[in-house]
């Protein structure tokens, strides 16, 4: 049925809301805002109660490495306190390849509950510049958790070498340019772009050779194919000790506290250098703020006990505790620089 209004009463009726809503425009106010508020604070409860739960299930932390390297070993040292500490599960899954990209895209396509987490490294800030597309945008599609350590890379060489410090290495490639040839595992790594920020830095033309791994690096260099290295110092500390590789410099800000008498290269006249790889965590983009906080906090107090801290020692591995903010700050900071160095030093983008 279809009710008819005298136009009368039409008028009477707006006449009488115009005349409502000046006397009750400050009431209308306070509950508007009070609606937004219920509103905003209905947005938050789910949140909330998910990190009062979490977590319900195991939680997997995708690893873009092969098992037995050092950010394997870091995520399992840490996945294992924090399994500990949490009463659930940690599980490690390996998805080495495509320069961290296939372990990338599976977390970033995962459900942003807490329980998909990535090893984020240098070497992610490092694909941002180096492939030409990838399946996700690192700074985008993924929320920080927080750091969890550094580690030192280092040059090296043989101790029957006639390079007994840096600056004879230096001095001898400035002298004859072009003819000193460095050793680093394959191109677009963290340890061939290093070498090709050491050109930069120090203004100095020697050949950078790529291996196919660590062992072939190793073995180039005490055959004689190649006069230096830049490798990962942790697992190059067996060879140190067994003195079949010599240190020259390590390539961070500080010396190594496994080698406290070789010196960093600002030590060694390249003034300001500072390379050092990491390894942090972080989830799918939309994960719940509360959620995220809790595992900073946890991983934090992993990061924080002195067992977990003797075991990330005894493969050269320095813990560092931090906020998202802090992580975010230095995935940005590093991928401004190894773009720079990508582009500087010409190399392919894939």
Do not use: C
Request: aromatic share 6%.
């Amino acid at each position: 049925m279809i009710f008819m209004v005298a136009p009368a009463i039409i008028s009477s009726f707006f006449s009488e809301f115009r005349f409502m809503s000046k006397r009750h425009i400050l009431l209308s106010r306070r509950f508007a805002g009070l609606a937004l508020g219920l509103a905003a604070l209905g947005g938050l409860l789910p949140s909330a109660a998910i990190a009062q739960q979490f977590p319900t299930k195991p939680i997997h932390i995708v690893v873009p490495f092969g098992a037995g390297g050092i950010a394997d070993l870091t995520a399992r040292i840490v996945a294992k306190k924090l399994a500990e500490n949490l009463g659930q599960g940690v599980i490690i899954d390996n998805k080495p390849g495509a320069g961290g990209v296939v372990a990338g895209e599976q977390v970033a396509k995962s459900a942003p509950d807490g329980y998909t987490l990535l090893l984020m490294s240098n070497g992610t800030a490092v694909s941002a510049g180096l492939f030409q597309k990838l399946p996700f945008d690192a700074q985008k599609d993924f929320a920080p958790v927080g750091t969890l350590g550094f580690f030192d890379l280092a040059v090296l060489t043989t101790p029957g070498s006639s390079f007994k410090t840096m600056q004879d290495l230096l001095a001898h490639a400035k002298a004859n340019p072009g003819k000193l040839n460095v050793a680093t595992i394959n191109v677009g790594s963290t340890q061939h772009l290093a070498a090709e920020l050491l050109k930069i830095s120090t203004g100095v033309d020697f050949q950078i050779v790529p291996f196919n791994g660590s062992p072939a690096v190793v073995t180039a260099l005490r055959g004689g194919q190649v006069e230096a290295a830049v490798e990962i110092l942790g697992p190059m500390l067996p060879q140190i000790t067994g003195k079949a590789v010599q240190p020259l410099a390590v390539m961070g800000a500080h010396r190594a506290a496994a080698l406290p008498e070789v010196p960093t290269l600002g030590q060694s006249g390249v003034s300001g250098f500072d390379v050092a790889s990491w390894n942090a965590l972080a989830a799918p983009a939309k994960t719940p703020v509360p959620v995220l906080a809790l595992l900073n906090s946890e991983v934090n107090k992993v990061l924080a006990d002195p067992g977990v801290r003797q075991q990330l020692a005894g493969i050269n591995v320095t813990p560092r505790l931090g906020t998202p903010e802090q992580l975010r700050d230095l995935l940005a900071a590093e991928t401004r620089r190894w773009s720079d160095v990508i582009v500087r030093a010409k190399v392919p983008r894939q």
